[in-house]
């Protein structure tokens, strides 16, 4: 039945990401006396790709009005770089920093919960709209 509402696909894109995610985390986790193993982790999801994906057309400012100002749509002045920390190892190669790897777990069980929230809020909003609750 949800299966054809964009906001339930992203959620569940989103919820099956972490899950993912939190398997990686736990096996860097389990091979924290492995000599030399490196972390890893998941590329994460880009929200504005999967929006853009999910519409027929994208969404973009508009001036609706000769007195408004026309929206400029060129790159902004500054950048988001990703930059690699390096982090350091122990004598046998392995880099797995346990605090750091429970801290992304932390995270990505916020970032489900809040996933599984909206799901659930959406879900009940549809319900009450088709009077079925």
């Given amino acids: 039945m949800y299966d054809d509402l964009g ?5 569940k894109a989103q919820m099956d990401w972490i899950a993912q995610r939190q398997e990686v985390l736990a096996g860097n986790i389990a091979n924290a006396n492995t000599p030399r193993y490196l972390p890893k982790d998941i590329k994460p999801v880009d929200f504005k790709s999967v929006l853009n994906d999910s519409m027929e ?11 408004h ?6 790159p902004g002045p500054f950048k988001a770089v990703t930059q ?4 350091e190892s122990t004598p046998d190669g392995n880099a ?3 605090e750091e ?3 992304k777990i932390g995270e990505a069980n916020s970032s ?4 599984a929230a909206l799901f ?3 879900q009940k909003m549809i319900k009450t709209a088709a009077g079925t609750r």
């Fill in 7 to 11: 906001i339930f696909k992203m959620a």
């Fill in 84 to 87: 690699r920390k390096t982090y």
């Fill in 120 to 122: 659930q809020k959406y």
């Fill in 112 to 115: 489900y919960n809040a996933a």
């Fill in 57 to 67: 057309t994208p969404v973009t400012a508009s001036a609706t009005n000769a007195k």
């Fill in 101 to 103: 790897q429970m801290a």
């Fill in 96 to 98: 797995v920093i346990l």
């Fill in 69 to 74: 100002i026309v929206p400029e749509m060129g």
